[in-house]
């Protein structure tokens, strides 16, 4: 599979893996996706849509969405089962590091894929043993995910302090060279710097 980056003018991150041209590319990509790809100028960007159907959150009590307002949020879709999001631990530890102490939150969701996957006492141990110390909701029956149109493992979004999402990684970080964890730290900062 060949891992391809997109980075338009408002500063979109992706690493497309199998949207291919078929005539209706746009329609393949998941709405989010889309309307981060929409280059009018003075767009709004859209609202992220909240945590829905959470199973149990490790490491925090449940909260929403629009109460990490006046944040920049780093939202990471994985499954403890896939090896490319494993692949991305290190670079959720490394942003931890980087951004401890400032305005940002991390938040990973938690979607399986597989049935086995499902299990919050393996879930509760691979963040343990990975020292993934941000709020994980378990989204068991992937109505978070579904909500967010998400479609591949892992995917990161950045959301502003206004609570819209502005970029977004989809894939391994690192995949293949790729600088992804170092592209989400830059909009990161960017968003902090208030552009």
Known sequence: MKSTAFLSSLGVMLALFSFEARGQEDQSLPRIIRSLKDNRPNKEFPLAPDFKGIAEW??????????????????????NGCINCQRNYEHDRQWLKDFDGKDVVMVGVHTPELEW?????????????????????????????????NRIWPTVYVIDQKGRVRYVWVGELAWEGAKGAEI????????????
Request: net charge neutral; glycine share 8%; no cysteine.
């Open 184 to 195: 989400v730290g830059d909009s990161v900062r960017s968003l902090l710097d208030g552009k």
């Open 58 to 79: 490790i490491g925090s009590e449940p909260f929403k969405i629009r109460d990490l307002r006046k944040k920049v949020v780093i939202l990471h879709f994985w499954t």
């Open 117 to 149: 996957e499902k299990d919050v006492a393996r879930i509760r141990s691979e963040v343990e043993k990975n020292g993934l110390s941000f709020p994980v909701a378990v989204d068991t029956e992937g109505e978070t995910w579904r909500a967010w149109d």
